[in-house]
């Protein structure tokens, strides 16, 4: 099966709504719930997964804290936070008002 990337724009998008429907997560379980959830067509690398939890960190939009996995490995936890899911929101809807524009302009005759 052909795998893709994350398209560019929605890897916040993606990582917010893992957080939000499974609560806390660490990294390999995000990216393992984004391909999941996308019938294994959208593949999550780690040069992105990684940096880009590290600036929501920062924006205030996850919290995290060290762990350990079912598998006795360390690994850090991120949840979302009330900005977070504020942010979901925001980017639900720029989502939503950019597919709806490319499927005006594809449709178009």
Do not use: C
């Amino acid at each position: 099966m052909h795998r893709d990337e994350i398209p560019p724009g929605t890897l916040y998008l993606l990582i917010l709504k893992a957080l939000a429907r499974s609560g806390e997560l660490h990294g390999f379980e995000i990216a393992r719930w984004i391909e999941q959830v996308s019938d294994e067509v959208l593949q999550v690398e780690e040069g992105s997964l990684y940096p880009a939890l590290q600036r929501m960190l920062i924006k205030g939009w996850v919290k995290a804290k060290w762990g350990v996995t079912a598998g006795n490995r360390r690994a850090r936890y991120y949840r979302l936070t009330p900005l977070g899911r504020k942010q979901l929101e925001v980017e639900v809807s720029e989502f939503n008002r950019v597919v709806a524009a490319i499927t005006r302009a594809i449709q178009t005759a």
